[in-house]
């Protein structure tokens, strides 16, 4: 009751002070507009922040459309204490910082050709031209500063129907650039799951596209993909599921969804969780992933420990029971815990209430502290040198192994035994 409340007070203020209200954004929108008669239309809001203005959402990154050339973007900039970015000259755009945003402005343009994965294009101070070029519907809604909506696709109407639908013939936008087949994957699971047959269609008959794509760009889409909430849904779509694992064939256990979304409950999802579930098995499936998408060494890490514990939890029975508090500290609770959800999501015969009890006993666990040291070790005779480190990781794995319990003698033999 308490979130509802929250989160309906967080609304009414967002109706109340729109984000354009904004005076940071106003003097960014003023500094364009300079030089232009009044009811000239200089610059709008486009893309996900409409988007999200209008579904009540919260409204992080901005993205701007002007009829200015970077240069004369740049020029009216240049004498503000604004951090200017060169971030995508070749297609018209520069990232502004301010205190509070991050805004992505571009020339309004049009696409002469493309190829499936670039485009040649010709800028423009035609709205509708703009539009055109433009993926979705719902992406191709423009805002003034003044909270007047410009909306050529009609996208309002798409957007209230929760219907995310090509901007002109599905088969040509695809064309245009094959990435935009995963992109309408992630906004329907955002939005809705139903698929009409014709976009259907004409998304398998161009899915070889992908193939042309940079796995760079295809990884960033698959992570925005993975954070949505409603990717755990993904099974209630055949269409979808589909498609997801035409692109996605490393992904071999998308039904593991099914027992995930019973016990995971958390606002946000956690995507490295997500990807030990829906990759990791006997077979070293994620190493294929690694090697494809040449994922960050962080990530690489941490599925591989995951790996491992999954590995040990098969052979040792008291991994979870026993053996939880030396593997909670060996490991951390945040790991034990991600461990017993991805362990219920795969092993079909774990119950739920198997799965709540464990997580009780992580959370109250109380994690010991090992409090010897170099420092300790030094004033009872050891050496500074490299059996020092020696040493004092073998007292810990002792004291570990005895249920975190070691002797004062047999910490001195230990020191004596490696001062010899």
């Excluded at 519907?137 to 996208?155: E, H, S, V």
């Excluded at 009872?380 to 004092?392: D, I, Q, Y």
Aim: with cysteine.
């Amino acid at each position: 009751m308490l979130n509802l409340s929250f989160n309906f007070i967080k609304k009414t203020i967002r109706n109340i002070f729109p984000f354009y209200k904004n005076r940071e954004l106003k003097f960014i929108f003023n500094l364009l507009h300079q030089g232009f008669p009044k009811e000239k239309v200089v610059a709008r809001f486009v893309g996900g922040c409409v988007r999200k203005y209008l579904s009540g959402e919260k409204i992080d990154d901005i993205d701007v459309a002007t009829i200015l050339t970077v240069d004369e973007i740049k020029d009216r900039l240049s004498k503000t204490n604004l951090k200017v970015i060169d971030t995508g000259l070749e297609h018209g755009t520069i990232t502004v910082i301010s205190k509070k945003f991050k805004l992505e402005i571009t020339t309004l343009r049009k696409d002469i050709k493309t190829d499936g994965r670039h485009a040649i294009i010709k800028y423009t101070d035609d709205w509708q031209l703009d539009s055109e070029r433009r993926d979705f519907t719902i992406n191709a809604i423009y805002l003034d500063i003044n909270g007047k909506i410009f909306d050529p696709q009609m996208g309002t109407t798409d957007l209230k129907n929760k219907n995310v639908k090509f901007i002109g013939d599905p088969q040509k936008r695809i064309e245009e650039d094959y990435l935009r087949i995963i992109r309408f994957i992630r906004f329907k699971i955002m939005y809705d799951l139903r698929v009409e047959k014709t976009t259907i269609d004409a998304i398998k008959q161009n899915l070889d596209g992908i193939k042309q794509i940079s796995k760079e760009r295809v990884l960033i889409e698959l992570y925005k993909i993975l954070e949505l909430k409603g990717f755990l849904n993904i099974n209630e779509s055949s269409d979808l599921k589909e498609i997801f694992r035409i692109i996605f064939p490393e992904f071999l256990y998308i039904d593991r969804l099914k027992r995930f979304k019973k016990v995971y409950n958390l606002p946000h999802i956690d995507r490295d969780i997500l990807l030990a579930v829906l990759l990791i098995d006997n077979k070293a499936n994620h190493e294929y992933f690694f090697h494809k998408y040449k994922i960050s060494k962080k990530i690489q890490i941490y599925l591989e420990k995951i790996s491992l514990n999954l590995k040990k939890l098969e052979s040792n029975r008291n991994f979870f029971y026993l053996d939880l508090l030396k593997n909670i500290y060996k490991n951390g609770k945040n790991h034990m815990m991600a461990l017993n959800l991805i362990n219920y999501s795969t092993n079909s015969k774990i119950t739920s209430s198997e799965f709540s009890k464990l997580l009780k006993n992580i959370l109250k666990s109380k994690v010991p502290k090992f409090h010897i040291n170099g420092d300790y070790l030094k004033r009872n005779g050891m050496k500074e040198g490299t059996s020092l480190g020696k040493v004092l990781t073998t007292i810990e794995d002792e004291w570990i192994e005895n249920r975190f319990k070691i002797s004062n003698n047999r910490v001195k033999e230990l020191i004596k035994l490696y001062s010899n």
